[in-house]
């Protein structure tokens, strides 16, 4: 009962095993593939070494070739990233850059290079700066507050009111 040492390695039958140091975990290619480090109180993992969840292991966190993996492994999993009221927020580990801003209730802002460039509201959605369209296909009133270029002409159906119409060319 208790600790049993046998060639294979360490048995451990009943209790709880108490480790006072570094815990070194080794993987395929015999060398220590994950790490417990006693003086920074923390896990590490080798490059490609994998925190693998669930019953069939589908859902893993790792790092390879510089890019870090948070990955459903098999379709149509799917990740899902929650707070209990709270914002969520991806942003660079200093914070100087911000991606994304999910407000709990409230608008999603998006961002370019630290710029807000779209925004949703309760009424919609604003975008700021350029809106480039291949396609573009407006139904209801729609309100123009500035120059409307039509380079490629117009085709007005079911009538129009203007207060001012400038045609050239």
Do not use: W
Not at 27 to 47: A, E, H, L, P, R
Not at 99 to 113: E, G, I
Request: one cysteine or more.
């Amino acid at each position: 009962h208790g600790l049993r040492v046998t060639q294979g390695g360490i048995n451990v039958n009943a209790g709880i095993s108490t480790f006072k140091d570094d815990v070194e975990f080794h993987g395929v290619s015999g060398v220590s593939s994950i790490t417990f480090d006693k003086s920074d109180n923390s896990f590490k993992f080798k490059d490609n070494s994998r925190l693998r969840f669930g019953d069939d292991n589908r859902f893993q966190i790792y790092y390879k070739d510089n890019v870090n993996y948070i990955m459903a492994e098999k379709s149509p999993d799917d990740i899902q990233v929650g707070t209990h009221g709270g914002d969520i927020i991806f942003q660079t580990v200093q914070g100087a850059q911000t991606s994304a801003v999910m407000r709990h209730d409230s608008s999603v802002d998006l961002y370019y290079n630290c710029v807000n460039r779209f925004a949703t509201s309760s009424i919609g959605a604003t975008v700021y700066g350029q809106l480039d369209s291949t396609t573009l296909n407006i139904s209801g009133v729609s309100t123009f507050a500035g120059l409307i270029d039509g380079n490629g002409g117009a085709n007005i159906v079911g009538g129009s009111t203007l207060d001012q119409v400038n045609v050239t060319g």
